[in-house]
């Protein structure tokens, strides 16, 4: 049991230290971002962002639950191929999402504009 513990517990430090590098990030570039984007796009990059997001999240199709399924039954030698699969699919599908958003963010903005 102490091993399960301990385990659980060097999950967690490892998932909550990259929920801090990803805000310490986000602290240190948030000038450099604002200024790049200017205040009259900041809108739009927040919607590409948001809908990104969004996107990114029905996109990946089911292809973690499709790993993890398939990952015990695949042999020690498909393992490799099956992730690459999983990962460039995900890859392939968020960023056609990214270029549709990209595209449309200038139109949907508009929309809120009025």
């Not at 999950?11 to 801090?20: C, H």
């Not at 399924?69 to 030698?77: K, M, Q, V």
Request: hydrophobic letters at 55%.
């Amino acid at each position: 049991m102490p091993g399960a513990i301990e385990r659980i517990v060097r999950s967690g430090m490892a998932y909550q230290a990259s929920a801090l590098l990803s805000a310490a990030l986000g602290f240190v570039t948030y000038n450099a971002y604002t200024t790049a984007i200017g205040v009259d796009t900041l809108g739009e990059a927040d919607l590409i962002l948001a809908w990104l997001i969004m996107a990114s999240i029905f996109a990946r199709l089911g292809f973690g639950e499709a790993l993890l399924r398939h990952w015990f039954t695949a042999s020690d030698a498909e393992r490799p191929r099956l992730q690459r699969t999983i990962q460039s699919s995900v890859f392939v599908v968020s960023a056609v999402f990214a270029v549709i958003t990209w595209f449309l963010a200038p139109t949907i903005t508009d929309q809120f504009e009025k």
